[in-house]
């Protein structure tokens, strides 16, 4: 058989492999296994034999964190998100369980999701973290994490006014009793978290995310 046809052949094996997977995905039928199966194949279809990546965020709640992350995951990575944990383990903040304690209960879950990183990681997947990493100190601790562990990481930055965030948030405020990814927020608490937040410099490598996800995927490859 001449190189290119089994060339040709391989890549249709490999194209019905995935579709059979994405489906079992839609179905919610997929294993950890399969999930992995379905990154290393569009990482072969995409002519990647590259180190794995690891997308780190950047952005204060409405910025679109969670939309890009489950973008990401659409396309074979991991999405690791610490307040769907939160949530998972401790139920609705403010309701459940006081606001002011929420850290409290984040930091075993975040220390447990840096586990589970590690390990995906050396096994070859990508991976997003959904989380919003406010502060220099913070970002730099879980890049650190990633190129520990071999991987290629990019930090996607989410800019947007208060006027866009304080949209978003009004509109997500109303299913906060139901979705983990929107807990209540007051403008007065977007005002706060706006004043700590800390964006990349340039000092600190990262992308702007800008709608596309081609130089978010680019820019770790």
């Known amino acids: 058989m001449m190189p290119s046809l089994l060339d040709d052949t391989l890549m249709h094996v490999a194209e019905e492999r995935l579709g059979a997977l994405l489906q079992a995905q839609d179905r919610g039928e997929l294993t950890p296994a399969g999930q992995t199966e379905i990154t290393r194949i569009m990482r072969t279809l995409a002519g990647r034999t590259g180190p794995t990546r690891l997308i780190l965020m950047a952005g204060l709640p409405g910025s679109g964190k969670t939309t890009v992350a489950r973008e990401l995951e659409a396309r074979g990575f991991l999405r690791l998100c610490p307040d769907e944990r939160v949530f998972e383990q401790h139920g609705h903040y403010g309701r459940d369980f006081p606001r002011g304690s929420y850290k409290i209960r984040e930091r075993p879950i975040l220390g447990e999701i840096a586990t589970e990183l590690r390990t995906a990681l050396a096994a070859g997947r990508d991976a997003v973290l959904d989380h919003g990493l406010w502060t220099a100190a913070e970002r730099q601790e879980w890049r650190q994490l990633g190129e ?67 130089p978010v995927i680019e820019g770790s490859a």
């Open 148 to 214: 520990d562990a071999g991987a290629v990481v990019t930090l996607l930055y989410l800019p947007a006014t208060h006027d866009e965030l304080w949209d978003r948030i009004k509109e997500r405020n109303a299913s906060t009793f139901d979705d983990p990814n929107a807990m209540y927020f007051s403008e007065e608490d977007l005002l706060r978290h706006g004043a700590r937040f800390e964006p990349p410099g340039a000092d600190e490598p990262h992308v702007i995310y800008t709608g596309s996800l081609v």
